[in-house]
């Protein structure tokens, strides 16, 4: 189980990382409610895989989704 930080979550005391359901909500909440030392700790190869399932708001998609990108033409 993952230390629960209240920036982030403030509803519940666990988290599954495991289950596949609770941790693309704690993904959702880390990138909506986080600060940049816990974004740091999202394996961001995972975040691009879900990003468009995670119903983020528009803004906070559209940051993602242009990261990702420039970072992919970036690499090739």
């Not at 409610?33 to 803004?59: C, Q, S």
């Amino acid at each position: 189980m993952k230390p629960i930080r209240r920036h982030i979550v403030w509803g519940t005391d666990k988290i599954d990382m495991n289950d596949p359901f609770q941790r693309k909500w704690f993904i959702k909440q880390v990138l909506i409610h986080g600060r940049a030392e816990d974004i740091k700790e999202l394996d961001l190869n995972e975040v691009e895989k879900l990003l468009d399932e995670l119903d983020l708001p528009e803004e906070i998609y559209q940051l993602w989704k242009s990261y990702f990108e420039v970072k992919r033409s970036a690499s090739g």
